[in-house]
């Protein structure tokens, strides 16, 4: 099964500082950074890479095809899919997960959320996507997203973690009772129509959602995480060289990550997710509340 983006030319613009691994279940942690420009980052260039994947994540495969020979009426439908940029705050970390989940990890969608809106106005519960992930060992993984983009890190890790948490057991911020992971994999199941899948591509997937000891393979549920953050450089890195600069930006979002990744271990164990595979990817913005809404901007209009 084919991933759904048609290219990861997306990914030659953001720069790979590093990759973490915590723990012992495929725990990994990619830090990336946006790429700079006269001592700004500059978004426009992540703009002009994401406008092309925009399609691929917004629409399902079966009405792309559908629309196959009609490219700008295919792009005007997946802009429309996102609702007034201005007003949410959601949907560019829920697109960039899928960017990276696919062109990084190279785990397939199997659906976004953002597909299934009917309305700019709705809004869809549960995981900002699903994806699945096959394993160097033959087995699979169900791969369910969750993105925050929140201005300091260890913020926005921990109300990543928090939500995963509540996902897995199905209830609100109170206790109660709320539709979580069970749900998900019934609305997976229930909407395998929505796509343009093959029949064996139906049965596989199937297997994926509710495996059963007939099968050859294990299937075990993991999470990928996008966290957007903001870093703020100070006046004199501003008025640095070009070269010292980048140097110092890096060395600060390196810094802040190899800080953060003992909270991730301790919300692991606070939340108890030993077993879950977490694939953790972290991008710095600067005026995070503006870049979200200039890049939201530049890819819906």
């Known amino acids: ?47 002009n890479e994401l406008i ?16 196959s020979n009609k490219p700008m009426t295919l792009s005007k439908i997946a802009r429309e899919k996102f609702v007034e940029y201005k007003k949410n705050t959601g949907e560019l970390g829920e697109f ?29 519960n549960g995981s900002d996507g699903v994806h699945f992930l096959k394993l160097a060992d033959d087995n699979y993984q169900l791969v369910f997203g969750e993105s925050k983009t929140i ?33 998900e994999k019934r609305l997976i199941s229930d909407n395998l129509d929505h796509e343009s899948w093959a029949e064996e591509e ?5 297997k994926l959602i509710y495996p059963t000891t007939d099968e050859e393979f294990e299937v075990d549920d993991a999470f990928g995480i996008f966290i957007g953050f903001q870093i703020n450089p100070t006046e004199e890195q501003k008025k640095s060289s070009n070269s010292d600069y980048r140097k110092a930006i890096e060395t600060d979002v390196r810094e802040q990550l190899e800080k953060e990744l003992k909270n991730i271990e301790k919300l692991i164990k606070r939340y108890e997710l030993y077993g879950y595979s977490l694939y953790i990817y972290a991008l710095p913005f600067t005026e995070l509340d503006n870049a979200r809404k200039e890049i939201m901007k530049g890819i819906t209009k």
């Open 202 to 206: 139906k049965e596989f997937l199937t």
């Open 1 to 47: 099964m084919e991933l759904s983006i048609g290219s990861t030319d997306f990914l030659k613009v953001f720069k790979h500082l590093d990759t973490h691994e915590i723990g012992k279940t495929g725990n990994k942690v990619n830090l990336f950074l946006c790429p700079i420009n006269a001592n700004k980052f500059d978004y426009s260039r992540i703009v």
């Open 151 to 183: 201005e300091k890190l260890d913020s926005a890790m921990n109300s990543a973690f928090k939500s995963i948490h509540q996902f897995i057991n199905e209830i609100n911020d109170k206790g109660n009772f709320k539709t979580g992971i069970n749900f």
């Open 52 to 67: 092309e994947p925009l399609a691929d994540f917004a629409i399902s495969r079966k009405v792309k095809r559908s629309y």
């Open 96 to 124: 960039l997960l899928y960017c990276f989940l696919e062109g990084h990890l190279k785990a397939p969608k199997i659906f976004s959320k953002l597909e299934m809106k009917t309305s700019a106005s709705m809004y869809v």
